[in-house]
């Protein structure tokens, strides 16, 4: 079982910067790859980034160039960079880990007024 717990969301205007953070604890050791989806009412949970033990990324094509994700293996701690926030970034995100099955976090409210 792995735990995950997002921090780090909240209120921002557009042009505006936030950082997220996801905590894992539990069977850390057989996570693979860690990430953040992000979804809005009526609409299905989308992929925002993903990152490997390794360090390879993934990312949307709605956020590359404004997004970093990144991985602190030591501190079992994945964390999301967002820059030039804009209105359509308004969502709630979820931290993401597979360890040979997926597991997510409870959520992180985004708003990003415009």
């Known amino acids: 079982q792995v735990q995950l717990v997002e921090s780090g969301g909240g209120l921002v205007q557009a042009g505006g910067s936030l950082r997220l953070s996801c905590a894992a604890s539990g069977s850390i050791f057989r996570i693979m790859t860690m990430g953040w989806y992000r979804q809005v009412p009526g609409k299905q949970r989308e992929l925002v980034a993903t990152i490997t033990r390794g360090g390879s990324t993934n990312y949307a094509d709605s956020v590359k160039g404004r997004v970093t994700i990144s991985r602190d293996n030591a501190q079992n701690t994945v964390y999301l960079q967002m820059n030039s926030l804009k209105s359509e970034d308004t969502a709630l995100y979820f931290c993401?880990?597979?360890?040979?099955?997926?597991?997510w976090g409870q959520g992180t409210q985004v708003t990003v007024s415009s």
């Open positions: 993401y880990a597979f360890a040979a099955t997926s597991y």
